[in-house]
């Protein structure tokens, strides 16, 4: 359950602004995207691990995740997806309907926490044309409220025509 925090709504709609996303003619490499701070529940937490299916105790059971190294609850790795979502406005191109992932790598440097307040620094790197499909290369740098980085990714997307 949440500790005196109430889960902070982000848009899931992904056509909710649709025709207010950059084409894939109007993206700029290098260009840093919007992004929006997102404050991490421990609802949301342990409602995405939920989700997808993983109640490790680290997520759920404050006695557990005390006393291992992490001293406290964490965030699996794996909720910088919902992360990317969370710290973007609904006019971010990577919500654009038809998306699809075409690979990304991941680094995770320290884990997020129940109260962290997570920024988002991304940027499309590149983008490219490869057997008649529209390729996006991008990445994201996910930072806590001491500045310190989360994680660090870099992928590939196949824009919508």
């Not at 005196?4 to 709504?9: A, P, R, W």
């Not at 649709?18 to 700029?28: F, G, H, P, Y």
């Given at each position: 359950?949440?500790?005196?925090?109430?889960?902070?709504?982000?848009e899931?709609?992904?056509?909710?602004d649709?025709?207010?996303?950059?084409?894939?003619?109007?993206?700029?490499p290098?260009?840093?995207?919007?992004?929006?701070?997102?404050?991490?529940?421990?609802?949301a937490?342990q409602?995405?691990?939920?989700?997808?299916?993983?109640?490790?105790?680290l997520?759920?059971?404050e006695?557990?995740?005390?006393?291992s190294?992490?001293?406290g609850?964490?965030?699996?790795?794996?909720?910088?997806?919902?992360?990317m979502?969370?710290?973007?406005p609904?006019t971010?191109?990577?919500?654009?309907?038809g998306?699809?992932?075409?690979g990304?790598?991941?680094?995770y440097?320290?884990?997020?926490?129940?109260?962290?307040?997570?920024?988002?620094?991304?940027?499309?790197?590149?983008?490219?044309?490869?057997?008649?499909?529209?390729?996006?290369?991008?990445d994201?740098?996910?930072f806590?409220?001491r500045d310190?980085?989360?994680?660090?990714?870099?992928?590939?997307?196949i824009?919508?025509?």
């Open positions: 359950m949440a500790q005196g925090h109430e889960t902070q709504e982000f899931t709609d992904f056509w909710k649709a025709k207010n996303r950059k084409s894939w003619d109007e993206i700029v290098g260009e840093p995207r919007k992004t929006v701070p997102y404050e991490l529940t421990l609802e937490i409602l995405y691990c939920r989700s997808v299916g993983d109640v490790h105790p997520y759920f059971d006695e557990y995740a005390r006393a190294r992490y001293g609850l964490i965030a699996p790795p794996s909720i910088h997806i919902m992360l979502f969370a710290c973007t609904t971010d191109f990577m919500r654009s309907p998306t699809i992932n075409a990304q790598s991941w680094s440097n320290i884990p997020a926490r129940p109260g962290d307040t997570i920024t988002m620094q991304a940027r499309a790197l590149d983008k490219f044309i490869k057997k008649e499909r529209l390729f996006v290369v991008h994201n740098v996910f806590n409220q310190e980085v989360i994680c660090s990714g870099r992928g590939q997307t824009r919508p025509m």
